[in-house]
Each structure stands twice: as structure tokens, then as C-alpha cells.
């Protein structure tokens, strides 16, 4: 069973952590970026068996887990793997930006690898490339310091760019970004496609063919069974 820890960064009242007005003229908060990803993640890993999934942070947003805490539910729990998703600052109104994946300052390399097909996956996705010179980022940053497992930080965009708030605050983005941190954890956790079986609309009726191209002793046997099971009534021979 893969284990992973999701965060979505800050809660609905951080002070500053907004897009910028003159941009959104709703000044969007970041934990509602950050929490449609991480909602977006969630719901597109119900499509797969083999893992479990712990939100760290209050899904709701009306309270401020602190990140000491959300690491130690991490930790004690057992995550596998920790993924926080944030949104950045500090482009003022210019324009670039863009995603970047942070780990740790000292990371092994299963985290490394982490950070580079995130990364990559997410660029693939949704093109927002931006003009950072180092997007593969290391920091010392405290969810990726106090965590046990593999952990890495995206920045999925600037909240003051011209070029990102138009994409960032898009349905369809989130939608990619989620789109591609799924199919990493997919991968990389093993994670399999879950089986659908579809159950029969109430009240139909569905003729069954025995025997057709089968051996007529292994239709026999079959007929056979059926009746014994009660279902006599349905045969025609
Ligand atoms: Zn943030």
C-alpha cells in the first residue's frame, strides 16, 4: 500500500497569500488554488487501487495546521511520499514565473527523482515553463525539512505574474497539473487501474448463449449446474 501525504499549503486566511489585484480583481487566496489541486489529485487517484491518501491540512480551510504539525501526521503516520502545493510570489506585476519543484537542501536520489518527474510531467501537461533559471530548486524549506519520506514542494505558478494568474486561475489548469502528479504517483508507487464492473440496470433481461462454440459434454454440464442453482425456468435448449 502506497502512502501518500497531500498539503495544500497555508489555509484560507494566511495573511499576503493572494493573487495580486491588479491581476484578479478577485485577489483569488493561494490555499484555494493550492486546495483545487490537491482535491483534483484526490479525485483522479479514485480511479486506482494500492494506495492511501492523508490530507494534512484542513480541507476545509478554516483552520491553520501548522506545518510542524502536518509533517508530524506525515510522519507518524507513515507516508511514503509528501506532496505540499503551493503557488508563488515575488514577480510584482512583471510578467514569467512559473512552476517550480522544490526538496530539501540534501536530498537523496529517489527524492530528487520525485522533484524531476513532477517536474517534467507537469510541464509536459500544461506548458506554464516560465523563466526561472533554476526550476529544480532546492530550499530549506520546513515541509521538506521536518518530513521522513520523500517530500517536494510545487510552486505551481506566480500569484503577481501577468503571464501565470490568467492561466493559473483556469479550471483546466488545475485540472492538468492534477492530471500529471497522478500519473507520477501512479508510477511510481505502483499503483494499479482499478477495475469497474458494471452492474446490470435493475429489470433487464439478457439472453445468454451456452454451447456454441464449446464442447456440447461442457454446455451439458453447465445446463446442468443452472438448474440445480434454480434456474431452470431461463433454459432453452
Ligand atoms: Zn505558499
Excluded at 29 to 56: H, S, T
Aim: hydrophobic share 40%.
Amino acid at each position: 500500500m502506497f502512502k501518500i501525504a497531500l498539503s495544500a499549503g497555508h489555509y484560507l486566511k494566511t495573511a499576503g497569500k493572494r493573487c495580486l489585484k491588479k491581476l484578479d480583481k478577485n485577489e483569488t487566496r493561494e490555499w484555494v488554488l493550492n486546495d483545487r489541486i490537491c482535491d483534483k489529485i484526490e479525485e483522479k487517484l479514485k480511479a486506482y487501487d494500492g494506495y492511501q491518501l492523508l490530507r494534512v491540512d484542513d480541507t476545509t480551510g478554516a483552520t491553520d495546521v501548522s506545518i510542524a504539525n502536518r509533517c508530524k501526521k506525515a510522519n507518524s503516520w507513515g507516508a511514503d511520499f509528501y506532496l505540499s502545493i503551493h503557488h508563488n510570489a515575488g514577480i510584482n506585476g512583471g510578467t514569467g514565473g512559473g512552476v517550480v519543484a522544490y526538496t530539501y537542501t540534501n536530498v537523496d536520489v529517489k527524492t530528487a527523482s520525485w522533484q524531476k518527474e513532477l517536474y517534467d510531467a507537469i510541464i509536459a501537461k500544461t506548458g506554464l515553463k516560465g523563466n526561472r533559471s533554476t526550476p529544480l530548486a532546492k530550499a530549506n524549506l520546513a515541509e521538506c525539512r521536518l518530513t521522513n519520506m520523500a517530500a517536494v514542494l510545487l510552486e505551481c505558478g506566480f500569484m503577481d505574474s501577468a503571464t501565470d494568474v490568467p492561466v493559473i486561475l483556469t479550471e483546466e489548469y488545475a485540472d492538468k497539473l492534477a492530471t500529471a502528479c497522478v500519473e507520477v504517483i501512479v508510477k511510481k508507487g505502483k499503483l494499479t487501474k482499478k477495475v469497474v464492473v458494471e452492474q446490470p440496470t435493475t429489470g433487464a433481461v439478457y439472453r445468454v448463449q451456452v454451447g456454441a462454440y464449446s464442447v456440447k459434454a461442457n454446455a451439458e454440464k453447465l445446463v446442468e449446474s443452472l438448474k440445480k442453482d434454480g434456474y431452470d425456468a431461463y433454459i432453452t435448449t
